[in-house]
């Protein structure tokens, strides 16, 4: 192989990247899609975001509770358009975006089996002494996290904007 190919595999290799990011109202989510974004821009990749919406637990009147699902669902595509834009604004880039109904794990999952694009998944891990957070302590479970296809990064809570900069 030459110089030439070698060049060549080594951009394709990192144009191909994408970053997924679990959207939630979490602080540390953005900690998360910061370092998804400045790790997209500096390696030619891009950033996708996944937002799950959670079933309804109220069904005792079908009307309520698919409301309450028709508002959820409304919430989640003003949520992820607002992320999106950040994306773009920070990357140059729109993001793949994901809006699935079921339970995170589970459509978290059913997504990376899916998109063969996505390569890295990103979360940042929680600061309260519950632990990470349910959904890094779910995938990181040896009964998962041996399964899944692609790198997880977890991004410390605790890191400052400048800090993920540095590290990105």
């Not at 500096?42 to 637990?57: D, N, Y």
């Not at 509770?65 to 994306?87: F, T």
């Not at 339970?103 to 089996?113: A, I, P, Q, T, W």
Request: contains cysteine.
């Amino acid at each position: 192989m030459n110089s030439f190919d070698a060049d060549r595999e080594l951009r394709a290799a990192t144009t191909d990247r994408t970053f997924l990011v679990v959207v939630d109202d979490s602080d540390e989510m953005t900690k998360a899609l910061r370092y998804a974004c400045r790790r997209a821009q500096h390696t030619g990749g891009r950033v996708a975001l996944l937002s799950v919406i959670q079933p309804a637990e109220f069904q005792h009147w079908m009307a309520v509770g698919d409301l309450m699902q028709e508002e959820a669902r409304e919430d989640a595509e003003n949520r992820i358009n607002e992320l999106a834009a950040y994306v773009h604004e920070q990357t140059g880039s729109m993001p793949l975006l994901f809006i699935r109904e079921g339970r995170l794990k589970d459509e978290l999952l059913k997504v990376l089996d899916e998109e063969e694009q996505i390569s890295i998944l990103v979360l940042a891990a929680g600061t309260n002494s519950d632990g990470p957070g349910p959904l890094i302590t779910a995938l990181t479970n040896r009964d998962v996290v041996g399964q899944l296809r692609l790198p997880l990064t977890i991004v410390p809570a605790a890191l400052s904007e400048a800090d993920i900069d540095a590290l990105s």
